[in-house]
Antibody, heavy 117, light 111 residues
Framework: EVQLVESGGGLVQPGGSLRLSCAASGFTFNRYWMHWVRQVPGKGLVWVAR????????SYADSVKGRFTISRDNAKNTLYLQMNSLRAGDTAVYYC??????????WGQGTMVTVSS | EIVLTQSPATLSLSPGERATLSCRASQSVSSYLAWYQQKPGQAPRLLIYDASNRATGIPARFSGSGSGTYFTLTISSLEPEDFAVYYC?????????????FGGGTKVEIK
């Protein structure tokens, strides 16, 4: 079965750090660009970051640039999102997603990140 | 950044009725437009990619059309499980683009 499973979310204080993981299975992970998308509960979807299939290129939304780092370990079929200097505005459900053609065809179940004191 | 504007924000319809959702882009995205369905507590599910191609397993009652700056998602006859929020998404800033964007969503609710 093709699937993505996120982990690592939780409650963190403002200014703190958190690392999210996304374990892929059922497909050849190293052939795909991978992304993180977030969603404030009750609000819309917002793209966060992307990484090339071999990890050679990354891009970020302006709102997280310089604070978040996307990476991957193709040997472990795992995607990561290192989040530093977290703010209240980063509170959201974080999804990892596979890009195929021009759309996200596989999504994880999401992991909740809450930034609060 | 390309902005996607979805309308209406809410669509109140009855089962069996036809639903037409719109997505307008601030500049041309060619045919690189996708549609997703999201139900409460669930991840989005891909319905349509490249404006008019149904994703694997998506029923034929879902169809997409359009190109350039104006797109529509049509649900020919609403089933009870179709009441949800729908998002459009573009990726035409690619490469060397640095962002993909989503529309604000249309909620299809039971009338």
């Amino acid at each position: 079965e093709v699937q993505l499973v996120e982990s690592g979310g939780g409650l963190v204080q403002p200014g703190g750090s958190l690392r999210l993981s996304c374990a892929a299975s059922g497909f050849t992970f190293n052939r795909y660009w991978m992304h993180w998308v977030r969603q404030v509960p009750g609000k819309g979807l917002v793209w966060v970051a992307r990484i090339h299939s071999d990890g050679s290129s990354t891009s970020y939304a302006d709102s997280v640039k310089g604070r978040f780092t996307i990476s991957r370990d193709n040997a472990k079929n795992t995607l990561y999102l290192q989040m530093n200097s977290l703010r209240a505005g980063d509170t959201a459900v974080y999804y990892c997603a596979r890009l195929r053609f021009s759309a996200f065809d596989i999504w994880g179940q999401g992991t909740m990140v809450t930034v609060s004191s | 950044e390309i902005v996607l504007t979805q309308s209406p924000a809410t669509l109140s319809l009855s089962p069996g009725e036809r639903a037409t959702l719109s997505c307008r882009a601030s500049q041309s995205v060619s045919s690189y437009l996708a549609w997703y369905q999201q139900k409460p507590g669930q991840a989005p599910r891909l319905l349509i990619y490249d404006a008019s191609n149904r994703a694997t397993g998506i029923p034929a009652r879902f169809s997409g059309s359009g190109s350039g700056t104006y797109f529509t998602l049509t649900i020919s006859s609403l089933e009870p499980e179709d009441f949800a929020v729908y998002y459009c998404q573009q990726r035409s800033d690619w490469p060397p683009g640095v962002s993909l964007t989503f529309g604000g969503g249309t909620k299809v609710e039971i009338k």
